[in-house]
Every structure is written in structure tokens, then in C-alpha cells.
């Protein structure tokens, strides 16, 4: 049974400092996403990996996989207030129906100037 | 182009009611989801449509929940009796195959407390 584990849970980061956010799945997967959710808001696509070594940048954050660990990444460079939100990783279930996604509990993360 | 619609947004209801939630996928989305997601959790899925036929339902409360996509476009979930534990955010995603592949498009989500 596929499980995504996320850490830290909670996040509390100033303005201006980098921080990674660490997104672990228990058996085997190679397509891996990353989902923004604003507070009481849907689910806005970050990025979506396919590949071992996949590295994606979009501004302050970028992400990569590696699927020899089972562990993708999401980094904050340089935070700003706008990217306080919860961080969602979910992995494409792999042995079962691969229709499905598994996420993780997110990160809720909060940027203080 | 318009995104993934979902009614109402807001849902109160007394427990032992029932409910309906009400989803229209984005144009030419053959494959239709169905999340529940509890506070400070991540969506789990419910249900899967692929057109009409629902292909993955093994997480669906089958005693009380109960959904339907007619004509495999817009979908029904509906919950009878709700009960407390049932309050939840209710989210429709779509995408184009049923691949996880494909990139999936959330709806903005029914909130629903039961009291």
C-alpha cells in the first residue's frame, strides 16, 4: 500500500531565508505532484514529476525526485509573505488502480517579515 | 476556459439528513474524481469515473454515500443519513485520461459541517 509522509508539518519561516520542504512514499512510484492550497481555496498545481532526477523551477520554489529514495523535494529560495500556504505532495499509486493519487498531509507554511 | 464546478460551497446540515454535492468537470474530461478532505489532512479519494462507469470505488462508504456521472459529464455525490463525522471538504478534480500521468484539476470544494 502506497503512503506519502511530508515533514515538517508545520513551517514558520521569515522573509528572505530558503528552507526545504521533504516528501517521503513508501513502495515504488515515478510520477510525483505537488499541489499550493490557500486557505479555503482548491488545489492549484505546482509541479508534476515523471522521471528519476526530474528537477522543476517556477520562481522562488523547485522541486526534484528521486525514486532510487522515494523522496522528492520542494525548495524555498529566498521566502516572501505571498508563498504562505499549505504545500501538497501526492504520488501516483503505482501497483494499483493508476488512476489514483495518494497525498501526503501537507505542510502549512507560514512566512513572517 | 471555465474550470472544474462544484454546488453548493457551503453545506450546513443536522445530522441524519441527507446531501447532495454536484460537479461539472472541465470540457472533454473523461475521467471524474471525487476527494474528501479533513481538516489539516490531504484529499483521499472517494471515487473514480471514467465516463460513466465508476472504475475505482473501494473507498467509498457504500452504506450511506452513493454517486453517480449520467451521461459522463456532470456527477452526483450524495450522502444519506450524514452523520458528524461526515464534515469534511468535498472535492471534484477531472483530467483529460485516467492515468495519474495526467494532471488532475481540483474544483473549489463543498464544505460541509454536520450538527
Known amino acids: 500500500e502506497l503512503k506519502v509522509e511530508q515533514n515538517p508539518l508545520f513551517l514558520s519561516m521569515q522573509e528572505g531565508k530558503n528552507y526545504t520542504i521533504y516528501c517521503n512514499y513508501s513502495?515504488?512510484?515515478?510520477?510525483l505532484y505537488w499541489y499550493r492550497q490557500d486557505p479555503g481555496k482548491s488545489l492549484e498545481s505546482l509541479f508534476v514529476?515523471?522521471?528519476?532526477?526530474a528537477v522543476k523551477q517556477e520562481g522562488r520554489l523547485m522541486a526534484s525526485l528521486d525514486t532510487k529514495a522515494r523522496l522528492s523535494t520542494l525548495h524555498i529560495t529566498a521566502a516572501v509573505h505571498d508563498l504562505s500556504a499549505t504545500y501538497f505532495c501526492a504520488a501516483g499509486n503505482y501497483g494499483g488502480s493508476q488512476g489514483n493519487l495518494i497525498f501526503g498531509k501537507g505542510t502549512k507554511l507560514s512566512v513572517k517579515p | 476556459e471555465a474550470g472544474v464546478v462544484q454546488s453548493p460551497r457551503y453545506k450546513i446540515i443536522e445530522k441524519k439528513q441527507p446531501v447532495a454535492f454536484w460537479c461539472n468537470p472541465i470540457s472533454g474530461h473523461n475521467t471524474l474524481y471525487w476527494y474528501r478532505q479533513n481538516l489539516g489532512q490531504g484529499p483521499e479519494l472517494l471515487i473514480r469515473?471514467?465516463?460513466?462507469?465508476?472504475?475505482?470505488d473501494s473507498q467509498l462508504p457504500k452504506d450511506r454515500f452513493s454517486a453517480e456521472r449520467l451521461k459522463g459529464v456532470d456527477s452526483t455525490l450524495k450522502i444519506q443519513p450524514a452523520e458528524l463525522g461526515d464534515s469534511a471538504v468535498y472535492l471534484c478534480?477531472?483530467?483529460?485520461?485516467?492515468?495519474?500521468?495526467?494532471?488532475?484539476?481540483f474544483g473549489p470544494g463543498t464544505r460541509l459541517t454536520v450538527l
Open positions: 513502495t515504488t512510484s515515478d510520477r
Open positions: 478534480a477531472s483530467s483529460w485520461g485516467p492515468s495519474s500521468y495526467n494532471e488532475q484539476f
Open positions: 514529476l515523471l522521471s528519476n532526477g
Open positions: 469515473y471514467e465516463n460513466e462507469e465508476a472504475v475505482d
